[in-house]
């Protein structure tokens, strides 16, 4: 097995590295340094000792963005505590069922979490945070609450001179040692809690720092969107950049494109990590009505002008993202075909990344220079992949791997991990890919979600799906079956149709124009019979994907 570092000894070493640095800053709000970072992890820990939380015991967090989640999350690691995210979309009743499921002895909860949690359902939890001040809202240990009231009496007996950089002594983990237990967002049943050791964490860091240390200097800003109860925005957002000593800004409210695209502009990120949606979304309204006109396509068509025109083009949409990127990385789900291939057309830094969260997310990534249309990447560094194939350059199969990345397994669920995790430790991803003789993969959708044609054919619904999302007033669909045909269900673009003052039926007419446009450039077993709309957005799960168990159509 490769062999691998602390993980909490490169977070202790990024804080005094960098101890004047500014660290952590709530969006259009405070900013903490390293150091402030550091005196709240020590006063975070007093609290920790006095509510009888040991090495081992689960710590859980459940609020939006912040730097005081954050803080809260790199407490919990460097005290040997495990930390358990927990998203704040869930309900009250998934919150109450992860906390008591994964054993959690406190609870940091936001804003909005605080309002809506009752302390009495979560009966094992030794006491509540509030996480904008770290105020104990609720606690059933008299010295926790002593602990609280006389904290900064009990700092100042343990550091009575100064705190600095020399106290700093965190724990020392080791490569199979449980650092978090990440509970799947999941779309049908109750969610799994992924148990996550460090060794994994370590991995997709080593990992990442080899990729972007070397492209983005010291200190770099990064505008952090992407949830970080989930491993992607907790991976590739903030536990990479904190590591490397980066500024981290969140975004403390819902990351709509104009709130991303405004933080761009006044941040001036070094690098962006994004799903499809948000990206997706800034481009076709902000950048295809500047730059698709039909005069610009043909300047872009002309031999020697058309390389300036692109060259030009490129400059002016890294500005749209604040000028200063190295490149765009999107994950989570595959970009837009036709978003894809205009960046790639133009020159402009985008790359794919590929990963789950049992494997602390990252599986496939490769940097920009080499990134190839259509393909999530290569295998990570400290990962196997492979294709369940007969001939994994043609035939889609499941895509599977193994690795420092993967889990331990599910928290309590034998039969779920044997299910997913092999003999020969493979774990099964449920995905489908080809992949190249060189590596690179191709995503061909979820085993769950490819839908048997009439005749037996594989039809893979998300490459329908990705043809018609770039067609006229598609906002955003989904392809089902109705017995033996298939159906498209459609969320109109309906503030687009209210500019053109469409109606109804002329939306209807738009849709059908589409459908035997899209039908005219699929196989007979995957054309559609009909589209149907929908008057409201699809439902989708914390990080943005369409629950497709709930538009199913029964025969």
């Given at each position: 097995m490769d062999s691998t570092q602390s993980f909490n000894n490169i977070i202790q070493k990024s804080i005094v590295d960098n101890w004047n640095q500014d660290a952590l800053t709530d969006y259009k709000g405070a900013t903490l340094q390293y150091h402030d970072v550091a005196r709240k992890i020590e006063k975070l820990h007093i609290m920790f000792e006095n509510s009888g939380v040991e090495r081992g015991d689960k710590i859980?967090?459940?609020?939006?963005?912040?730097?005081?989640?954050?803080?809260?999350?790199?407490?919990?690691?460097?005290?040997?505590?495990?930390?358990?995210?927990?998203?704040?979309?869930?309900?009250?009743?998934?919150?109450?069922?992860?906390?008591?499921?994964?054993?959690?002895?406190?609870?940091?909860?936001?804003?909005?979490?605080?309002?809506?949690?009752?302390?009495?359902?979560?009966?094992?939890?030794?006491?509540?945070?509030?996480?904008?001040?770290?105020?104990?809202?609720?606690?059933?240990?008299?010295?926790?609450?002593?602990?609280?009231?006389?904290?900064?009496?009990?700092?100042?007996?343990?550091?009575?001179?100064?705190?600095r950089a020399e106290h700093i002594l965190y724990h020392i983990d080791q490569p199979d040692e449980?650092?978090?237990?990440?509970?799947?967002?999941?779309?049908?049943?109750?969610?799994?809690?992924?148990?996550?050791?460090?060794?994994?964490?370590?991995?997709?860091?080593?990992?990442?720092?080899?990729?972007?240390?070397?492209?983005?200097?010291?200190?770099?800003?990064?505008?952090?969107f992407l949830?970080?109860?989930?491993?992607?925005?907790?991976?590739?957002?903030?536990?990479?950049?904190?590591?490397?000593?980066?500024?981290?800004?969140?975004?403390?409210?819902?990351?709509?494109?104009?709130?991303?695209?405004?933080?761009?502009?006044?941040?001036?990120?070094n690098i962006i990590c994004s799903v499809p949606m948000i990206i997706e979304k800034i481009v076709r309204k902000r950048i295809f009505p500047e730059f698709q006109t039909p005069k610009i396509k043909l300047l872009m068509n002309m031999p020697i002008l058309g390389?300036?025109?692109?060259?030009?083009?490129?400059?002016?949409?890294?500005?749209?993202?604040?000028?200063?990127?190295?490149?765009?990385?999107?994950?989570?789900?595959?970009?837009?075909?036709?978003?894809?291939?205009?960046?790639?057309?133009?020159?402009?830094?985008?790359t794919i990344a590929y990963g789950t969260t049992e494997t602390a997310p990252i599986i496939t990534m490769s940097d920009w220079h080499h990134f190839v249309?259509?393909?999530?990447?290569?295998?990570?560094?400290?990962?196997?992949?492979?294709?369940?194939?007969?001939?994994?350059?043609?035939?889609?199969?499941?895509?599977?791997?193994?690795?420092l990345n993967v889990m331990h397994g599910y928290y309590k669920n034998p039969e779920a991990t044997h299910a997913v995790i092999d003999k020969e430790g493979w774990f099964h991803t449920g995905d489908l890919a080809t992949m190249r003789a060189d590596g690179h993969v191709f995503i061909?959708?979820?085993?769950?979600?490819?839908?048997?044609?009439?005749?037996?054919?594989?039809?893979?619904?998300?490459?329908?799906?990705?043809?018609?999302?770039?067609?006229?007033?598609?906002?955003?669909s989904l392809i089902v079956q109705d017995g033996d045909k298939l159906v498209g269900l459609v969320y109109p673009d309906m503030d687009e149709a209210a500019t053109m003052g469409f109606s109804q039926n002329d939306i209807a007419e738009v849709m059908e124009q589409n459908r035997q446009e899209l039908n005219a450039t699929l196989p007979p077993f995957c054309k559609l019979s009909s589209i149907r709309l929908q008057d409201k957005e699809f439902e989708k799960t914390p990080k943005r994907s369409i629950k497709r168990y709930k538009y199913k159509i029964e025969s």
């Open positions: 859980a967090l459940c609020g939006r963005n912040s730097s005081h989640w954050a803080t809260a999350f790199l407490a919990t690691l460097a005290y040997g505590a495990v930390v358990v995210p927990v998203q704040h979309e869930f309900t009250p009743e998934q919150v109450y069922n992860i906390v008591n499921h994964s054993d959690a002895k406190l609870l940091f909860v936001g804003d909005v979490a605080a309002t809506m949690l009752d302390f009495s359902q979560m009966p094992a939890l030794e006491g509540m945070f509030y996480l904008p001040d770290f105020s104990l809202m609720e606690s059933r240990s008299q010295k926790l609450t002593y602990a609280r009231d006389h904290l900064n009496e009990l700092f100042g007996k343990r550091y009575p001179k100064y705190f449980v650092a978090m237990i990440n509970y799947t967002s999941g779309t049908t049943g109750f969610s799994k809690g992924v148990v996550l050791p460090y060794k994994a964490l370590w991995s997709n860091y080593d990992y990442l720092q080899s990729m972007v240390a070397p492209n983005i200097p010291k200190g770099s800003h990064i505008v952090s949830p970080m109860a989930h491993m992607y925005g907790l991976m590739c957002d903030f536990l990479l950049h904190f590591c490397l000593g980066s500024h981290i800004s969140f975004l403390t409210r819902v990351p709509s494109p104009s709130l991303v695209a405004e933080a761009c502009a006044s941040i001036r990120p390389t300036k025109v692109k060259e030009r083009i490129c400059e002016q949409v890294k500005e749209a993202f604040g000028g200063q990127i190295y490149e765009v990385v999107v994950g989570g789900a595959s970009l837009s075909r036709e978003v894809e291939e205009f960046f790639v057309s133009i020159g402009f830094p985008i249309p259509g393909s999530c990447g290569t295998p990570a560094k400290h990962m196997e992949v492979r294709i369940d194939s007969t001939d994994p350059e043609n035939i889609p199969g499941e895509i599977i791997t193994r690795g061909r959708g979820r085993i769950k979600n490819m839908l048997l044609g009439s005749n037996g054919q594989n039809i893979y619904p998300e490459e329908i799906e990705d043809k018609l999302n770039s067609m006229a007033l598609v906002c955003e």
